[in-house]
């Protein structure tokens, strides 16, 4: 079946580094979507990227959509405190309106 | 977010005993989902229904049912609860429409089986 795959499973920066993680899916995507869990939360939708090559910008966040519609990734400028959490990417289960989700990556940020 | 509710917040049962779960929409969305949340695995797919009375099963549905008899309210029932089957569980609700959509989750439910 298909498979969405994230690395790295954890991240520890100091704050003010860079993060990034990167997400594969073992099939071509419609479109790709990144959560936000916070510690003890809930899954929060962040964005959704649908074209080939799309780069969107929130803030100190940038997310990128492959050429091949295959591969995605989350950088995230400076880091700060409150940016601790795991970052979920989720593609579409064929054309249909399921999601399977990566494992996540677990951002800590040392102060 | 306010538009779905889980309930309860939290629970502690025996093995063996049934549990059902409830989640509550306000957004009048078609589609609901259950997820499970295990270290290491990431959220899987229970159940999902894409309209009253129309359910299917996820990746991990063994174990488990749903049901659905109102728009606004999706229930899964662990039929006989087992200790593998201690978890956090997520409702989700999406509005699906053939343009894909972001998730809206629920605040969780942390069932513990003992």
């Known amino acids: 079946g298909q498979q969405v795959m994230q690395i790295p499973q954890y991240q520890h920066v100091q704050e003010g580094e860079d993060f990034t993680t990167y997400c594969n899916s073992s099939?071509?995507?419609?479109?790709i979507q990144w959560y936000k869990q916070r510690p003890g939360g809930h899954p929060v939708f962040l964005i959704q990227?649908?074209?080939?090559?799309e780069v969107k910008k929130q803030k100190r966040l940038t997310f990128q959509f492959g050429e091949a519609k295959k591969n995605s990734s989350l950088h995230i400028t400076a880091t700060q405190t409150t940016d601790v959490g795991t970052y979920f990417c989720?593609?579409?289960?064929?054309?249909?309106?399921?999601?399977?989700f990566g494992k996540g990556t677990k951002l800590t940020v040392n102060p | 977010d306010a538009g779905i509710t889980q309930s309860p917040r939290h629970k502690v049962t025996e093995t063996g005993t049934p549990v059902t779960l409830r989640c509550h929409q306000t957004?009048?969305?078609?589609?609901m989902y259950w997820y499970r949340q295990d270290p290491g695995h990431g959220l899987r797919l229970i159940h999902y229904?894409?309209?009253?009375?129309?359910?299917d099963k996820g990746e991990v549905s063994d174990g488990y049912s749903v049901s659905r008899s109102k728009t606004e309210d999706f229930l899964l029932t662990l039929e006989s609860a087992t200790s593998s089957q201690t978890s956090v569980y997520f409702c989700?609700?999406?509005?699906?429409?053939?343009?894909?959509?972001?998730?809206?989750f629920g605040s969780g439910t942390r069932l513990t089986v003992v």
């Open positions: 957004e009048n969305h078609r589609y």
């Open positions: 099939t071509t995507l419609s479109n």
């Open positions: 989720a593609g579409p289960q064929g054309g249909s309106e399921k999601l399977v």
């Open positions: 990227l649908v074209k080939s090559g």
């Open positions: 229904s894409y309209g009253v009375k129309d359910t």
């Open positions: 989700a609700i999406s509005d699906w429409t053939g343009e894909h959509y972001g998730y809206t």
